[in-house]
């Protein structure tokens, strides 16, 4: 599901779900008029036009060739024309095979595993207050509100090489995934995620619900989240 929020122009943010090879991924656009947009989507798009080489490839593998091919012709792409100067996206994107969480992040989209009891923050945010909150110069309740927290430290297409997060993840089988560009994140608690999408059974249902909550509360961003159930 992906919104344009209530206050933004355009809606830079993209997405790419393939239930068939278990893919998801999120994107959220950065720079220029439309730069952003134009960047997330390259990046979409190069990843959906390398899908047959996942076959024969390690997940992991195949997320980072992919995600590196991407951020070069991003990269090459902005320093073509002062228009698409300095674009750049967030990435997350995930494949779920065998159980298995195979995890490729970069920037400042999240994604969570829903547990029954709980919920997991698997990726970290690549933002200028995350490093401040590593380095002991800000604490967990000022995250939040800390001006420097979308200021981005990381994101694709914005240098000529980009360091990639990896991570994998065991799943069980009642887990549910759930993806978001920061429009989401900036307003609702993990904790009201995990209540929302672990106690409503119908997926479409639970992100017509955050959505609204995200909207009810200023929707100041895009709006785009996905959400799994596992098979």
């Known amino acids: 599901m992906s919104n344009i929020g209530r206050v933004r122009r355009q809606n830079q943010d993209r997405f790419l779900v393939d239930l068939n090879r278990g893919l998801f991924v999120v994107c ?33 593998s195949f997320l980072t060739a992919s995600i590196t091919k991407a951020n070069q012709s991003i990269f090459s792409r902005g320093r073509q024309s002062e228009e698409y100067s300095d674009m750049g996206t967030t990435i997350t994107a995930a494949i779920v095979k065998n159980m298995k969480l195979y995890t490729a992040h970069i920037g400042d989209s999240s994604l969570f595993v829903i547990h029954p009891d709980g919920v997991q923050k698997i990726t970290q945010d690549h933002t200028l207050a995350e490093e401040m909150l590593r380095e002991g110069i800000i604490n967990n309740n000022e995250t939040g509100t800390n001006r420097y927290r979308h200021i981005l430290t990381r994101a694709l297409g914005t240098e ?11 799943l069980n089988p009642e887990d549910r995934l759930f993806m978001a ?21 119908d997926l479409d249902q639970a992100l017509h619900r ?3 909550l995200a909207l009810d509360r200023g929707g100041h961003d895009n709006v785009t989240m996905i959400l799994v159930a596992l098979p």
């Open 210 to 212: 955050l959505l609204q």
């Open 160 to 170: 000529e090489s980009v360091e990639i997060d990896c991570f994998t993840n065991q």
């Open 28 to 60: 959220d656009g950065m720079g220029g008029h439309k730069a952003g947009e134009v960047a997330a989507q390259m990046a979409i798009d190069i990843i959906h036009g390398d899908l047959d080489e996942l076959e024969n490839l390690h997940p992991l």
């Open 181 to 201: 560009t920061d429009g989401v994140t900036d307003l609702i608690e993990p904790s009201e995620v995990w209540e929302i999408t672990a106690r409503e059974p």
